[in-house]
């Protein structure tokens, strides 16, 4: 073992390396890789949380999903029940209506009755009395009968 | 078999320049460990620095990734061991990691082929050594910097009183001060020595043993030389790993208490 000035001399370039390496060469190189390191925590982080965010999601819209369906059949069963409403009034209406058309129409048909059997009436004594003339004018004096005339006419009534 | 040990001492002969002109004294440098780390530093700081440069989040190309590799293990290593906070350690550690994986590569160069280039530009005995982690000044100099930043550490986290208190009462309490100091001494001599001895040890053997294999007959080294060489693909992976990871451990255990 012979122990000289190359000791010197390596310890130099040896102090050197270190000083560059620990310059120029360790820092970038290991803050490239937390970089590195970093941004794959970060990417992971944020797709957990867009997992989560969809899960969030999926469960709000099944809620949403559900309030609608509940809103809807509401909707439907109102709907109906006012769809009956409507139906019954208007049968019940129809019902008034086809009364009062039918109390209408009777009372009309009793007026024209009333008006045709006062028609018949007047026409039927006229046409008695016409008969009654012809057949009194030969014999009867009508001023003489006129007492049984009337009688007649009154039982016509 | 004259030959064969020359051979030997000349691959395990280091390229040796006196700087003040007296032969065998401290001020001479291998020029051949000083080089090869040099280069083998730099080639790592481009690779990082070019790559640290353009590093995209996104869509990142396979030498990038390759890159995060390394240090996303640099990173958990650090994590893992070092709990206090500092801004030194896991750069030093992915330096360390790489540095030295850089030099024990070399060790699966062909142990003839620099002799072999030296050869052919006409200076066959020229001495270079490849490996440099198989020198001791290599591995000395990081773990004596490492001793360095565990004194430091330790001075950062319990402040200087705290540290030489801690140096004379622990683990046997104040009443036997000086045996906690020697002990203490020992611990922390220790593992600048272990760290370089092991490191060094592992890569010199291996070193040797390519040198062996390629005394054989050549169409016999493969027999020899291709396992060990699959196997040294995992030492010298394992000993830059584990340079690495004693560093955060002792550095680690400066910043906490006994």
């Known amino acids: ?157 | 078999m004259a030959s064969a040990t020359e051979y030997i001492i000349h691959h395990l002969t280091f390229n040796n320049v006196s700087l003040n002109g007296k032969s065998g004294s401290f001020w001479s440098l291998h020029i051949d460990t000083f080089t090869v780390s040099l280069v083998l530093g730099f080639f790592f700081l481009f690779i990082f620095g070019f790559v640290a440069r353009r590093a995209k989040v996104e869509n990142p190309g396979k030498f990038q990734l390759f890159v995060e590799l390394i240090v996303d293990m640099v990173d958990g290593q650090v994590k893992d061991i070092f709990h206090g906070k500092s801004k030194l350690i896991a750069p030093l550690s992915l330096t360390i990691f790489c540095w030295v994986f850089l030099f024990n590569l070399m060790d699966l160069l062909p142990v003839d082929l620099i002799s072999f280039i030296n050869d052919k530009a006409g200076h066959p005995e020229a001495h270079w050594r490849m490996v440099p982690s198989a020198d001791v000044n290599a591995t000395f100099a990081m773990s004596l910097s490492v001793m360095i930043l565990i004194i430091c550490y330790s001075i950062g986290a319990k402040g200087f009183g705290g540290w030489l208190k801690e140096l004379f009462s622990a683990p046997f309490g104040p009443k036997l001060g000086p045996i906690n100091f020697i002990f203490q001494l020992i611990e922390l001599i220790a593992k600048p020595i272990s760290l370089a001895l092991r490191l060094f040890g592992n890569m010199y053997a291996g070193e040797l043993i390519f040198i062996l294999i390629a005394l054989l007959p050549w169409g016999a080294q493969w027999i020899l030389g291709g396992p060990w060489a699959i196997f040294h693909i995992l030492i010298i992976t394992l000993q830059a790993f584990v340079f690495m990871v004693l560093t955060i451990v002792y550095l680690s255990l400066a910043v906490e208490d006994h």
Do not use: C, Y
């Open chain 1, 1 to 157: 073992m012979d122990i000289n000035a190359t000791l010197l001399g390596q310890a130099i370039t040896f102090a050197v390396l270190v000083w560059f390496t620990m310059k120029f060469v360790w820092p970038p190189l290991n803050g490239m890789l937390e970089e590195r390191a970093k941004r794959i925590a970060d990417g992971l982080a944020a797709a957990e949380k867009g997992k989560q965010e969809l899960l969030d999601a999926e469960s709000r819209v099944a809620d949403e999903l559900k309030k609608v369906q509940q809103r809807a059949g509401e909707i439907i069963a109102n709907s109906e029940k006012r769809a009956n409403q409507i139906i019954e009034t208007a049968k019940e209406s129809a019902h008034i209506e086809a009364d009062k058309i039918i109390a209408d129409a009777k009372a009309q048909i009793d007026h024209e009755f009333a008006r045709m059997k006062e028609d018949l009436r007047l026409q039927v004594s006229d046409l008695v009395i016409k008969g009654a003339e012809q057949i009194l004018r030969a014999e009867i004096n009508k001023s003489k009968h006129e007492q049984i005339l009337a009688q007649v006419r009154a039982e016509l009534q």
